[in-house]
């Protein structure tokens, strides 16, 4: 099996071209009608599947999900990659954004793509396209932490935006809404990563991710009346959550056939990119990949990096200053398994039960909540 989610719906990249269409008063493939200011929340880590399950804990997130508010986000389901793509509109293989954390092969390094930034990995110019913010068609305003302020990852992303900080997510909504009501065709973009924090930290189906949930939808249950009229309130997420086990822990450095001839280790647990030794020869290349598919194939999408770039995992199409920072080999976990170098994991990266990064439906289909509805 191929994975693909082409043909399940909309995209998350279509998202903000849809916004900005609809400041514009123009037709958009999501058929967003036309609106004075649109509020884009993105609550990390909230996948369609998920949300339903708990449903009962968020009437009003739930209330408006229906099998045509779910869309699909990219690979890696990872906040990185599916944030840059959100906010450019363009896939990974274009933004350059191409996992969590990648080889910047100048420096012979693997480098976070939430936290690593500086250096020779400068936000202005590796998140190589220009945000929906910097295209000078909308006033842009993002809210979200006080923390991430002045980021590296803020400056890839966000860009063109005026942003502005607010620590509780009550206080967030309020935020949004103001810069809303203040200007028509203003896109607000609204981050909220607390699910996500509380999913990595005890998993989606812990108690304390349904509080998360719960603090959410009652922010949101709250704003609503003070939307503003003719403005318009979307939310959406980055990817969904698997939740593994430490049980479930497959650690890739007991199996020296698996490693022999890696130089790095990047990506995530549930998307692996490996990256050879530069010197290996050709036939040893092929070996370890043919390797990687013996022993993981049954349980996870295995590809060489030529494989999934024809796949079309990182977008129709891969700009060559782009591809040497996918890995030479993908290892993407199909069931609940997630992948560990424990002679570099970190006891807080072993001990993460909410995971995502791969290709199933739970990290890949996200809800596009419409409001009003
Ligand atoms: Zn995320």
Not at 52 to 80: E, N, Q
Not at 154 to 165: H, Q, S, W
Not at 282 to 298: P, S
């Amino acid at each position: 099996m191929v994975p693909t989610t082409s043909g399940a719906g909309p995209h998350l990249g279509a998202v903000l071209p849809g916004c900005v269409a609809a400041l514009l008063g123009r037709k958009n493939p999501l058929g967003l009608p036309a609106a004075r200011s649109v509020i884009v929340v993105v609550v990390d880590g909230l996948g369609a599947s998920a949300l339903k399950s708990r449903r009962g804990h968020a009437r009003t997130l739930a209330g408006a999900l229906t099998s045509s508010s779910v869309i699909t986000t990219g690979v890696p389901t990872t906040t990185a990659a599916a944030l840059t793509t959100l906010m450019t509109g363009e896939d990974p293989g274009q933004h350059g954004v191409v996992g969590y954390a990648v080889l910047d092969e100048a420096g012979d390094r693997v480098v976070n793509q939430l936290n690593g930034w500086g250096g020779s990995v400068d936000p202005l110019v590796w998140q190589r396209r220009p945000t929906i913010f910097e295209s000078g068609t909308v006033r842009g305003v993002a809210v979200g932490a006080k923390k991430y302020r002045s980021s590296g990852f803020t400056a890839a992303t966000l860009r063109g935006g005026d942003y502005r900080p607010a620590d509780e997510i009550g206080e967030r909504f309020d935020v949004a809404l103001e810069a809303a009501r203040e200007a028509p065709g203003t896109l607000v973009y609204l981050y909220i990563p607390e699910a996500d924090q509380a999913a990595h930290a005890e998993g989606w189906q812990s108690d304390r991710w349904t509080a998360a949930l719960e603090e959410i939808d009652g922010a949101l249950t709250a704003a609503l009346p003070r939307l503003g009229k003719g403005n318009a309130l979307l939310v959406t997420a980055d990817h969904g959550i698997v939740d593994v086990p430490g049980s479930r822990h497959v650690l890739i450095d007991e199996r020296r056939e698996l490693v022999d001839g890696v130089r790095h280790v990047g990506g995530e647990p549930r998307m692996l990119h490996l990256y050879f030794e530069p010197d290996l020869p050709d036939v040893e290349r092929a070996a370890l990949l043919d390797r990687w598919r013996a022993a993981e194939g049954e349980r996870a999408w295995v590809r060489g990096r030529d494989e999934a770039i024809a796949e079309g995992w990182f977008g129709a199409a891969v700009d060559a200053e782009v591809a040497p920072r996918i890995g030479d080999i993908l290892v993407a976990a199909r069931g609940s398994v997630a992948y560990y170098d424990s002679r570099t994991a970190t006891v807080g990266a072993r001990a993460m039960i909410g995971q995502h990064g791969s290709w199933t439906p739970e990290e890949t289909r996200v809800p596009l909540l419409r409001f009003p509805a």
